[in-house]
């Protein structure tokens, strides 16, 4: 029987499954919000057991939405080759309306918000700091999500409170609050670990939703190269911005490159794949 997804987003397809999800994690690659005509062999299997990795290493702070990576345990058409290794078997939550992005050193659109008014989000920050400085501690910046196609919104705490209220009436501030604190517990956790790996963990984003008992879940994926930065600590020197394990070569390329109709040569392909595997290499010490 072949099934449709439900939802599907640049990298992603998600499938209902009754009383659980199937999310799997194509190789498609996006850059600039656009998708490319090349695949990038294996990265949907990346991120899919990266999500993983980080998931069963923070199960003591925060439950998550994950209950498998094994196709065995899924539905007859998942097993097959194309789904192996980057399908994800998962809860189904009530997904709360915020990306909750952390930052603990400052790069990217905080950066050029610092440069102009020395806050990020509405938050100061201390004067002369240089692109791609650690923070003296990590910022939590939310954003809303926005429909595919648009832009996701910064807000400010405050403004995150009144989002939720709008759809959890009274209980606006209190998941505001626990958004925030596992947000930086989670990413506290993984960065120091990822330091002792020899990368750093610039920025990320995770999403959370509420199981059926109104309990805060992580859902989503965690801590990829495709919602984090992540920057090689070796070399690392604060004053412009970082080489990271990502598509930083696709995105290179595609900058320095016209009428390149959103194709990558081979050669880039293959150094792009090369990056995500030597991320996942070091960061869970096993081979893919």
């Known amino acids: ?40 062999t294996k990265k ?19 439950p998550n939405h994950m209950i498998s990576v094994d196709v065995n345990d899924m539905p007859e058409f998942f097993r097959q080759p194309k789904f192996d290794g980057n399908s994800m078997m998962c809860k189904k939550l009530n997904m709360l309306p915020i990306e909750c992005i952390v930052r603990g050193y400052i790069t990217g659109s905080g950066w050029a918000s610092y440069q102009k008014d020395g806050t990020v989000c509405g938050i100061k920050l201390p004067e002369g700091l240089k692109e791609s400085d650690k923070l003296p501690e990590p ?4 954003s809303t999500k926005a429909e595919i196609g648009d832009h996701d919104e910064n807000i400010s705490y405050e403004q995150s409170i009144a989002h939720l209220e709008k759809y959890f009436p009274g209980k606006g501030e209190e ?39 109104g309990n805060l879940v992580i859902g989503d994926e965690m801590l990829t190269p495709d919602s984090s930065r992540f920057w090689p600590l070796e070399g690392y020197e604060p004053g412009h911005s970082q080489p990271s394990f990502d598509k930083q070569f ?28 030597e991320g996942y290499e070091r960061l869970t010490g096993k081979k893919l």
């Open 139 to 142: 910022i939590y910046t939310p």
């Open 250 to 277: 696709a995105r290179d390329w595609l900058k320095a490159n016209e009428g390149h109709n959103w194709t990558l040569p081979q050669d880039i392909v293959d150094k792009t794949i090369a990056k995500y595997l």
């Open 1 to 40: 029987m072949e099934l449709k997804p439900i939802k599907e987003g640049k990298v992603r397809e998600i499938y209902d499954n009754g009383d659980s999800l199937i999310m799997v994690a194509t190789d498609r690659i996006s850059c600039f919000d656009v998708i490319l005509n090349n695949e990038v």
């Open 44 to 62: 949907g299997t990346v991120l899919t057991q990266m999500s993983k990795f980080w998931f069963d290493m923070t199960e003591d702070i925060i």
């Open 175 to 213: 998941y505001a609050k626990k958004l925030k604190d596992a947000t930086i517990s989670l990413y506290v956790k993984c960065a120091d670990y990822a330091l002792s790996k020899g990368i750093i963990i610039a920025d990320t984003k995770f999403e959370f939703g509420l199981d059926e008992d």
